[in-house]
């Protein structure tokens, strides 16, 4: 969705460094979402954030971190990247009602 | 959490013929959502159903809620080349919390 944009689209990065994937929406939605996809384990959750004071824990919390700078921002980190971090991540958002969700269109992050 | 199951994982079907796949759940789900991820791309809602036995339609596509709520089928009719990609269901638990949770996917691959 246009609406949701991701950067970096593609990020190939060494075992150690410090990473961060940047997230907006214009859709103007409070609700934002981080999620990892590993080919055959679909999408699981790391992170979710109510508005710009909430930050929640998800599934796979383990290792990143994230910042909420505005509404329309939302940042995930790695601090100390390693390879079992190589995924797809995508951003999502939604509104009050929290249940459709909008995608950005992910980030491909390689961790050698 | 709740977790859902679907089945089959990849499914090879000729340009025509029908395609369906299922989510399954040992636990009555709130609801059942359905998202479709193109080949490259990101996930895109399709629709939500929440009422036991619902039945809902997309042009070739029906979805469908079990009467006790603990499955869900995705049919689609008369596959077009159009319908390739990997068609997840997901569990919305309310109220914004935990995100979604998403099934593994069926990767639908249309031979023409």
């Known amino acids: 969705d246009a609406d949701v944009t991701q950067t970096p689209r593609n990020r190939i990065t060494k075992t150690g460094k410090r990473i961060m994937l940047e997230c907006s929406q214009t859709?103007?939605?409070?609700?934002m979402y981080w999620y990892r996809q590993d080919p055959g384990l679909g999408l699981r959750l790391i992170y979710y954030s109510f508005d710009v004071k909430d930050i929640n824990k998800g599934e796979i919390s383990d290792g990143y971190s994230v910042s909420r700078q505005a509404q329309a921002k939302f940042s995930l980190s790695l601090e100390s990247a390693i390879p079992n971090q190589t995924a797809l991540y995508f951003c999502?958002?939604?509104?009050?009602?929290?249940?459709?969700?909008?995608f950005g269109p992910g980030t491909r992050l390689t961790v050698l | 959490g709740q977790q859902v199951m679907q089945i089959p994982q990849y499914q090879h079907v000729q340009e025509g013929e029908d395609f369906t796949t299922y989510c399954n759940s040992s636990?009555?789900?709130?609801?059942i959502q359905w998202y479709k991820q193109r080949p490259g791309g990101h996930p895109v809602f399709l629709i939500q159903l929440v009422k036991s036995g619902e039945v809902k339609k997309q042009k070739r596509l029906t979805f469908q809620f079990g009467e006790a709520k603990k499955n869900s089928s995705l049919h689609i009719t008369a596959t077009q080349t159009t319908d390739v990609g990997t068609y997840f269901c997901a569990l919305y638990s309310g109220g914004g919390a935990d995100g979604l949770t998403f099934g593994k996917g069926t990767h639908l691959i249309i031979q023409p």
């Open positions: 999502a958002t939604s509104d009050l009602s929290g249940d459709t969700q909008y």
């Open positions: 636990t009555t789900l709130s609801n």
């Open positions: 859709k103007g939605h409070d609700r």
